[in-house]
């Protein structure tokens, strides 16, 4: 690997880095109960702002990964290929049908700013979608697969490893809300569904799952 290449690749990865630590920080309940304690005025607008904030910081790391992408480590073969795009394509249909499970306007924050909603807490009740019943966060489920059924070159292998650490590290910090937010019941699904790998022997019928959420109480 040439000296070029290392100091791309360790760039990347600091820029990965520090927005990890930003983006968890701006989604911690911690920061949040301060910005609520010290600009109250601000909360409504809070959702909004993180999500566009995301997605500006974003930007430099997709410039710099198209601007330095080059030759993929390896290459499918034909049949693979074909393979690896039917899954992508099935991916991305199966993440816009799970949208339906989801409150995207308040996922977004256009709610919160619309209505005046300064609570600290998502406003989210808890839900068992289809693709719930199998893992407990689909959508890192969903982009694990996404950015490892390409050929990748080594810029696009660093932005793959970063993703999926920040994934399963990620889902951990969220679970710790999800039970603040959800409780026992949320105990028990976390228990009788994996959190990011679908396995056979552990999953929810849709009666189950009907049952679990009969149990639920919103705690806010």
């Given at each position: 690997m040439s000296?070029?290449?290392s100091t791309q690749i360790f760039i990347l990865f600091s820029l990965w880095l520090v927005y990890f630590v930003l983006h968890s920080v701006m989604a911690s309940l911690r920061l949040k109960s301060w910005v609520a304690r010290?600009?109250?005025t601000l909360m409504p607008a809070y959702r909004l702002m993180f999500n566009t904030l995301s997605a500006i910081l974003l930007l430099p790391i997709l410039?710099?990964?198209f601007r330095w992408q080059g030759e993929p480590l390896w290459h499918w073969s034909t049949p693979i290929w074909?393979?690896?795009?039917?899954?992508?394509?099935a991916t991305v249909i199966a993440f816009f049908i799970s949208l339906r499970y989801y409150d995207m306007d308040e996922f977004m924050?256009?709610?919160?700013?619309?209505e005046g909603i300064d609570a600290v807490e998502d406003q989210e009740h808890f839900v068992i979608g289809d693709f719930h019943r199998f893992v407990r966060h689909p959508w890192y489920s969903m982009g694990i697969i996404l950015v490892?059924?390409?050929?990748?070159?080594?810029?696009?292998?660093?932005?793959?490893v970063m993703i999926t650490l920040y994934f399963v590290i990620g889902s951990l910090f969220e679970e710790r809300k999800l039970l603040r937010y959800h409780g026992d019941v949320y105990r028990q699904y976390r228990q009788r569904v994996p959190a990011l790998i679908p396995r056979p022997w552990r999953f929810?019928?849709?009666q189950q799952a009907a049952d679990l959420l009969a149990q639920y109480s919103p705690m806010h």
């Amino acid at each position: 690997m040439s000296s070029s290449m290392s100091t791309q690749i360790f760039i990347l990865f600091s820029l990965w880095l520090v927005y990890f630590v930003l983006h968890s920080v701006m989604a911690s309940l911690r920061l949040k109960s301060w910005v609520a304690r010290h600009f109250s005025t601000l909360m409504p607008a809070y959702r909004l702002m993180f999500n566009t904030l995301s997605a500006i910081l974003l930007l430099p790391i997709l410039w710099l990964s198209f601007r330095w992408q080059g030759e993929p480590l390896w290459h499918w073969s034909t049949p693979i290929w074909w393979l690896m795009m039917m899954i992508s394509v099935a991916t991305v249909i199966a993440f816009f049908i799970s949208l339906r499970y989801y409150d995207m306007d308040e996922f977004m924050g256009f709610k919160q700013w619309r209505e005046g909603i300064d609570a600290v807490e998502d406003q989210e009740h808890f839900v068992i979608g289809d693709f719930h019943r199998f893992v407990r966060h689909p959508w890192y489920s969903m982009g694990i697969i996404l950015v490892w059924s390409r050929e990748l070159d080594p810029i696009m292998l660093t932005n793959a490893v970063m993703i999926t650490l920040y994934f399963v590290i990620g889902s951990l910090f969220e679970e710790r809300k999800l039970l603040r937010y959800h409780g026992d019941v949320y105990r028990q699904y976390r228990q009788r569904v994996p959190a990011l790998i679908p396995r056979p022997w552990r999953f929810l019928t849709r009666q189950q799952a009907a049952d679990l959420l009969a149990q639920y109480s919103p705690m806010h």
